[in-house]
C-alpha cells in the first residue's frame, strides 16, 4: 500500500504509541531506542512522547490555573470593594494594577510578538585589502 501523507493515523494506534512510548521512556531509553525498538521514527516517537506528556501535564495546569483565576478574582473584587467604601485610591489602584497584569500574564495575553529580523551579509574583502587595512592599523597603533 502506498504512502498517504494526507491518510489521518488511527486514533488507537497513536494512543497505543503514546503510552508504549512514555512507559519505555520512564524506564531510561533514549528517544532513538524508543524508535528501533518500536520501529518508528525517531521524529514520530518524539511527538507521541510531546502528547503523552502533555496529556498528562495539561488538566493539572489548567485546574491551577482556575484556581489562581478565582483568587485573582477574590483580589479584584476586595479592591474595588475597598475603593467603593472611600479607600485613598493611590493606595488601592497600583495593587489592583498589579493584580490585572498577573491575570493577563496568566493567561497569556501579554505574551511577546513575534519579530522579523533581516540581516545583510556583506562579501569578504579582498585580501589585498584587508592587508593594507591591517598595516595602516599597525601604523596608527604603533
Given at each position: 500500500?502506498?504512502?498517504?501523507?494526507?491518510?489521518?493515523?488511527?486514533?488507537?494506534?497513536?494512543?497505543?504509541?503514546?503510552?508504549?512510548?512514555?512507559?519505555?521512556?520512564?524506564?531510561?531509553?533514549?528517544?532513538?531506542?524508543?524508535?528501533?525498538?518500536?520501529?518508528?521514527?525517531?521524529?514520530?516517537?518524539?511527538?507521541?512522547?510531546?502528547?503523552?506528556?502533555?496529556?498528562?501535564?495539561?488538566?493539572?495546569?489548567?485546574?491551577?490555573?482556575?484556581?489562581?483565576?478565582?483568587?485573582?478574582?477574590?483580589w479584584q473584587a476586595r479592591l474595588e470593594n475597598q475603593l467603593d467604601t472611600g479607600d485613598d485610591p493611590a493606595k488601592v489602584v497600583p495593587v489592583a494594577l498589579r493584580v490585572q497584569e498577573r491575570r493577563a500574564k496568566l493567561l497569556g495575553l501579554d505574551a511577546p510578538e513575534r519579530a522579523e529580523v533581516t540581516q545583510t551579509v556583506l562579501p569578504a574583502a579582498d585580501p589585498a585589502v584587508e592587508q593594507l587595512l591591517a598595516q595602516a592599523r599597525e601604523a596608527t597603533d604603533g
Amino acid at each position: 500500500m502506498a504512502y498517504n501523507p494526507a491518510a489521518k493515523p488511527n486514533p488507537a494506534k497513536v494512543a497505543d504509541e503514546q503510552a508504549a512510548v512514555l512507559d519505555l521512556r520512564r524506564k531510561g531509553y533514549t528517544i532513538r531506542q524508543i524508535a528501533t525498538q518500536l520501529g518508528l521514527a525517531k521524529s514520530t516517537v518524539q511527538n507521541r512522547l510531546d502528547a503523552a506528556i502533555a496529556e498528562l501535564v495539561e488538566p493539572a495546569a489548567r485546574e491551577v490555573r482556575l484556581l489562581e483565576l478565582e483568587r485573582l478574582d477574590a483580589w479584584q473584587a476586595r479592591l474595588e470593594n475597598q475603593l467603593d467604601t472611600g479607600d485613598d485610591p493611590a493606595k488601592v489602584v497600583p495593587v489592583a494594577l498589579r493584580v490585572q497584569e498577573r491575570r493577563a500574564k496568566l493567561l497569556g495575553l501579554d505574551a511577546p510578538e513575534r519579530a522579523e529580523v533581516t540581516q545583510t551579509v556583506l562579501p569578504a574583502a579582498d585580501p589585498a585589502v584587508e592587508q593594507l587595512l591591517a598595516q595602516a592599523r599597525e601604523a596608527t597603533d604603533g
